[in-house]
């Protein structure tokens, strides 16, 4: 029986461990945290979107960086894997809008109980408030995995410590270290899926969602990016589903050469807006422009787009001259937003970067330079747009070096 260490007890962790025990291997799960799960707890807003209920080539269109490494891993073991390894072990789903799975019962500590259940039937020991420091190797392979408690001899070693994001949950980087310790490169990690800074003054409009507007962004004259759906206003800038998905897009790109516009309207060609202002303006022309525009846009969207349109708040309607009007339409239709920051890891749904996909068996997860060192999860120059992607990479690469893990 060959002995298997697993580093870290998240999702990729328990998928990978009860693969490999699964597979008659003795495993040894070491968790440097109180419980395990920690970062489960918190996806989702505490619901936990697991998966995503699509086929393996609709996963991999939403996979931001590391989509050719993924292929082997995401026909392995596909979303539908996902959905039957926790039927199986008696957790109820169900699928919700664009297709995101859920635990029926709305809490992410199921999705961590069933996970922690299925390792320990399979006979997985799992070592809690254990911290690895040392991976060691001997003649080009791993021998041994030591903690601040004890040694342990192993045939395999599985890194799966996650990323940079959300380091309340004890993901600091770790797996980075044993990496370049053993001779591997990291790509340089980014917060994604993360809040927008912007150099425009929004502070106004703190607080204000919007739905059914369009965010784009382009990169001299390639649009790089333009989707329609609900954004934030917050006190550094913006936030909400647009803007995660397009932070995805820009975290390794030089943020100045990037021109970001929000249409609010984009249900109304500019003709039709201007039809629209031309007759709010008319029926309501002995009211100040604050006013007036709140037929259109919550109160603090309001201060914004004048703000943009260098219209005065109190300015009256019947007084607004054509220029200022069409000015106002633009700023509507194309409000630009100047990025001049990510917000920090501390805020990240997920990080980008890690683990250099060239120097790891895409079919195996197994380092090309170590025998029997395996990487998945977040530690991997792997992430995805939400949406239950970046779950489903963790358990799916977790499966794939849990199998070869021996």
């Known amino acids: 029986m060959q002995k298997v260490i697993v580093v870290g007890g998240g999702a990729a962790g328990l998928m990978a461990a009860y693969t490999a025990a699964r597979r008659g ?238 249409d609010f309207k984009p249900a109304l060609d500019e003709k039709k807006l201007d039809e629209r202002l031309i007759r709010d303006f008319t029926e309501r022309k002995n009211e100040s422009m604050k006013n007036v525009m709140r037929g259109l846009l919550p109160a603090g969207a309001v201060r914004i787009v004048l703000r943009a349109a260098h219209v005065s708040f109190e300015k009256q309607a019947n007084a607004v001259t054509k220029e200022e009007r069409r000015s106002v339409l633009a700023a509507l239709k194309a409000l630009p937003l100047t990025i001049t920051g990510l917000r920090g890891f501390s805020e990240a749904v997920i990080t980008a970067g890690g683990v250099a996909l060239n120097e790891i068996d895409p079919a195996t997860m197994e380092s090309k330079f170590v025998k029997g060192l395996f990487f998945c999860g977040e530690v991997l120059d792997c992430d995805a747009f939400t949406g239950g992607f970046n779950l489903q990479i963790a358990f799916s690469t977790g499966y794939l070096a849990g199998e070869n893990a021996q």
């Open 25 to 262: 291997n003795s495993v040894v799960l070491l968790e440097k945290n109180e419980k395990l799960g920690k970062k489960i707890y918190i996806t989702g807003k505490g619901r936990c979107n697991l998966t995503n209920d699509c086929l393996p080539d609709e996963f991999l269109a939403n996979v931001v960086h590391g989509r050719k490494f993924l292929t082997r891993a995401a026909y392995a073991f596909p979303p539908a894997s996902t959905i039957s390894f926790f039927e199986e072990q008696g957790l109820a789903l169900k699928v919700e809008r664009g297709n995101r799975v859920f635990p029926v019962t709305d809490h992410a500590s199921d999705v961590t109980r069933t996970l922690e259940r299925a390792c320990r039937s399979a006979g997985v020991g799992i070592c809690l408030g254990e911290t690895v420091r040392e991976i060691a190797v001997r003649d080009g392979s791993v021998c041994t995995v030591r903690t601040d408690k004890a040694s342990y001899a192993c045939s395999s070693v599985i890194v799966a410590t996650g990323g940079l994001s959300y380091p309340s949950t004890g993901s600091t980087g770790d797996g980075y270290s044993f990496a370049e310790e053993l001779g591997h490169s990291c790509v340089p990690c980014r917060p994604s899926l993360v809040g927008l800074e912007v150099r425009e003054d929004v502070s106004a409009a703190q607080g204000v969602s919007l739905k059914n507007v369009t965010l784009s962004a382009k990169r001299g004259k390639k649009l790089i990016y333009s989707e329609m759906g609900e954004l934030l206003f917050t006190h550094y800038g913006i936030s909400g589903p647009l803007t995660l998905t397009l932070s995805a897009l820009i975290n390794d790109l030089p943020l100045p050469e990037i021109a970001v516009a929000l």
